[in-house]
T-cell receptor, first 112, second 113 residues
Framework: DARVTQTPRHKVTEMGQEVTMRCQPI?????VFWYRQTMMQGLELLAY????????DSGMPKDRFSAEMPDATLATLKIQPSEPRDSAVYFC??????????FGPGTRLTVT | AQKVTQAQTEISVVEKEDVTLDCVYE???????LFWYKQPPSGELVFLIR??????QNEISGRYSWNFQKSTSSFNFTITASQVVDSAVYFC??????????FGQGTELSVKP
């Protein structure tokens, strides 16, 4: 049963620190998405890739967030410097096509 | 702009009752996709169904059924004979061919024994 994996599952950090979240998409999937879930905003798209190339990152705060796919088995989302308002659950999703997405378990980030 | 509205914030039912979760969407695209995801208390998002805009056939999967009506821009989800394990937040979502998912705010379903 193939699944998207995300690490770490939980992260507590202090304001100003760098945070790196990792995602391993399902083998063979060529699209990867990053979403953020908060109580106030719900689920919102941050960025997504197809064949490792970024298609859209307009949902990300550009000054502090960055998303990359170093290779087909790894996607990363970095926040530097982190702020308390970044506290949220960050989900990675992958799919065999843009119109089909399977989500990972999420990384719960708390910035104090 | 695309938008998904789930007007029911919370629903509470007793086990074995049928329950329908409403979803209304807005889009100007002629090609689009509709989804339902389940988020149980553990937090993961579980894919339930995907429908494209050209397929208005209703679908049934076990106790789950979906009613897609383009005329009313609705994609409702019915659980028949609900069970306690169905307790979760359910999200309806919409995407165009570009893949960006627009989620509704979710409906929290509580099924009591």
């Amino acid at each position: 049963d193939a699944r998207v994996t995300q690490t770490p599952r939980h992260k507590v950090t202090e304001m100003g620190q760098e945070v790196t979240m990792r995602c391993q998409p399902i083998l063979g999937h060529n699209t990867v998405f990053w979403y953020r879930q908060t109580m106030m905003q719900g689920l919102e798209l941050l960025a997504y890739f197809r064949n490792r190339a970024p298609l859209d990152d307009s949902g990300m705060p550009k000054d502090r967030f960055s998303a990359e796919m170093p290779d087909a088995t790894l996607a990363t989302l970095k926040i530097q410097p982190s702020e308390p308002r970044d506290s949220a659950v960050y989900f990675c999703a992958s799919g065999p096509r843009l119109s089909e997405q399977y989500f990972g378990p999420g990384t719960r980030l708390t910035v104090t | 702009a695309q938008k998904v509205t789930q007007a029911q914030t919370e629903i509470s039912v007793v086990e074995k009752e049928d329950v329908t979760l409403d979803c209304v969407y807005e889009t100007r695209d002629t090609t689009y996709y509709l989804f339902w995801y389940k988020q149980p208390p553990s937090g993961e998002l579980v894919f339930l169904i995907r429908r494209n805009s050209f397929d208005e056939q209703n679908e049934i999967s076990g106790r789950y059924s979906w009613n897609f009506q383009k005329s009313t821009s609705s994609f409702n989800f019915t659980i028949t004979a609900s069970q306690v394990v169905d307790s979760a937040v359910y999200f309806c979502a919409l995407s165009d061919r570009g893949g960006k998912l627009i989620f509704g705010q979710g409906t929290e379903l509580s099924v009591k024994p």
